[in-house]
């Protein structure tokens, strides 16, 4: 039998592989709208990047592998929202899963995952961002009973403004 | 004597010259008697008026009081005629003729050529759907990919009438039935073979798929564009995704041994190479040819010149050589399917069309070759009884899959197919042998 995936907190040593799943999720959003498109110099920089992610307390970096090779990521920052209740949230930003193991629910694992590493530190609001025609993101998070709480807009200035 | 590249480019001159003196190929006539004008109270307003009311009432009796029973729409945005690239709709309209010219002449079928003024893939598709009343059945053509793989499946998904489209599910249906004979020659078996498909258009594609329903092993096949071999680590996957999800489906089942690189590398070691590229003799070169295992069948479907000339493909060691043109053996040619599974369909008045009925097509069209050899793995466009025993085969099957809206026995379809095919050909020969229908000159 094939080797089932694992999920596990990420370390330094991932830099190189969440880097490169981080640039496949960029290009993947710069297809969606101009306004993101890859800033090549940043994907140079992408191990040093992937590092300040993992390494960040105010994140949490979660990945799957199989047989030791890294399949797919989730990263969520925490957030404290001064006005509202409750205090804190989740929000996942950055969330790629390789190709061939799509609609194998490791998404979902992943997804799950989140939810209980979130609830350990108290968070009971977990919330996703992804550009608005990215309508396969928005499909798996309705799907798991995510709501849009929040829009955001944006237009470019030009110089005659 | 006349060279390959000769013979290409006096067809070229002869069909410029024909065009010009018979501007068009095809015409409509009439199919009921009028031997007065009071034949139009009948025909005509005011008794035709019953009929719309029945056809009101049943919209399926549109299929039996009127010519929809027989009618196709042949229907392109001309943005990928033939290996011209996109000459628009009114220069696909030549090629649509032609088209329309075999259906008629095969199949006994009234094609009517649309070519639209339609690009975008919304417009393309809500034209296409209300044209529906209007006809049996739908055959697309000359439509770029990916868009191609998008407005097959919205309409075939949305319409109750058979779409097809010919350049992915004819040239697959053929291909197949090639396949199956040059296997026979060979001495394999479609479950432990290797199959390179150079090229990931819309023909490719849809061989693929449709090689995998017939019992081919996906994990065994290799499919490669102008990136290289699919496989699903590739830095474009995520754009083939949203672009071109039957593409990127293949990406993700095909290749089980993941490999990398070009035609070179998915060309060794395979059994059966599928070429549906560029049309430049050469583009596969002798060296990957003699890298295939023994016995390899190569199909170099690129029109109007192959990438690799047969004989080339022999003397590197390949065993069975395909091409799509006429002057070889072996031509790999959409007209010796779509005409009959048309036929089939009409008769069946069908709902639809799958890959089930387009395998017991192929495997129809392969038995008309019962001793296969090297240079005989499929019927020549000649074979005049193969078109009403393949319409038989493909009505009988929508029958048995509950596509059909009218059950009857495969000698009956066999029956009802032939007499269609044969009285259309009486009428058209009469036309030529009165004279009505000019001869070509030369």
């Known amino acids: ?161 | 004597m006349e060279g390959d590249v000769q013979r290409t480019k006096r067809y070229d001159s002869v069909a410029y010259e024909q065009s010009l003196k018979y501007k068009g190929k095809i015409q409509t006539l009439p199919k009921v008697p009028i031997t007065s004008l009071q034949d139009f109270s009948v025909w005509y307003t005011p008794g035709v008026a019953e009929v719309s009311r029945r056809i009101k009432d049943n919209t399926d009796l549109s299929f039996e009081l009127t010519g929809r029973w027989n009618s196709v729409a042949i229907v392109t945005d001309g943005t990928r005629v033939l290996g011209l690239g996109n000459v628009g709709p009114e220069a696909a309209m030549p090629v649509m003729e032609g088209k329309a010219l075999i259906f008629n002449y095969l199949g006994g079928i009234n094609a009517i050529p649309l070519p639209l003024r339609a690009s975008g893939r919304d417009e393309f598709i809500a034209t296409v759907k209300a044209l529906e009343p209007s006809f049996g059945a739908f055959n697309l053509e000359d439509i770029e990919s990916p868009k191609c793989f998008f407005v097959l499946q919205a309409l075939q998904k949305s319409m109750e009438v058979p779409v097809w489209h010919d350049d992915q599910l004819g040239t697959a249906s053929i291909t197949l039935a090639g396949l199956l004979n040059a296997l026979k020659v060979v001495g394999k078996k479609r479950e432990d073979v290797t199959v390179t498909l150079i090229g990931s258009g819309a023909a490719n594609v849809a061989i693929a798929n449709l090689l995998i329903a017939a019992g081919f092993r996906a994990g065994n096949m290799y499919l490669v564009d102008h990136m290289g071999i699919l496989q699903p680590e590739r830095a474009d996957m995520d754009k083939l995704m949203l672009e071109n999800p039957l593409k990127y489906d293949l990406a993700m089942k095909t290749n089980a041994k993941r490999k990398k690189d070009g035609i070179e590398a998915a060309m060794k070691g395979a059994d059966i190479v599928i070429s549906a590229s560029k049309s430049e003799a050469g583009f596969i070169h002798k060296e990957w040819v003699q890298e295939m295992n023994d016995d390899g069948i190569v199909f170099a479907l690129a029109n109007p010149v192959p990438e690799i000339w047969p004989k080339d493909a022999k003397d590197a060691g390949a065993k069975v050589v395909a091409t799509g043109r006429s002057d070889f053996p072996n031509q790999i040619n959409n007209s010796l399917v779509f005409p009959s599974l048309f036929r089939g369909v009409l008769d069946a008045r069908a709902k639809g069309v799958n890959f089930e009925v387009m395998i017991a097509a192929s495997e129809e069209i392969a038995r008309f070759i019962e001793e296969p050899e090297p240079d005989r793995i499929v019927p020549t466009m000649d074979q005049w009884e193969m078109y009403p025993t393949v319409a038989a085969t493909v009505a009988y099957k929508t029958v048995e899959l509950g596509l059909a809206r009218r059950q009857h026995s495969r000698e009956w379809f066999l029956e009802n197919a032939t007499e269609i095919i044969d009285a259309n050909r009486r009428i058209y020969s009469s036309l030529l042998k009165t004279g009505l229908i000019k001869k070509m000159e030369g």
């Open chain 1, 1 to 161: 039998m094939e080797p089932k995936y694992i999920i596990r907190r990420a370390e330094e040593k991932d830099s190189t592989e969440i880097a490169k799943m981080a640039v496949r999720l960029k290009k993947l959003n710069e297809e969606f709208d101009t306004q993101f498109r890859v800033d090549e110099s940043a994907v140079e920089r992408g191990t040093e990047i992937a590092k300040g992610m993992i390494s960040n307390s105010n994140n949490i970096v979660l990945i799957a592998e199989k047989a030791g090779k890294p399949i797919g990521f989730i990263l969520a920052e925490l957030r404290t929202r001064i006005f509202y209740l409750p205090k804190k949230e989740a929000r996942i930003t950055e969330f790629y899963i390789m190709p061939e193991f799509r609609r194998t629910n490791l998404g979902l694992s992943l997804l799950n995952e989140m939810k209980k590493e979130i609830k350990k530190l108290g968070i009971s609001l977990l919330s996703a961002e992804f550009p608005t025609l990215n309508t396969i993101a928005l499909k798996f998070y309705k799907k798991f009973l995510f709501r849009e709480i929040i829009s955001v807009y944006g237009t470019e200035i030009s110089e005659a403004e």
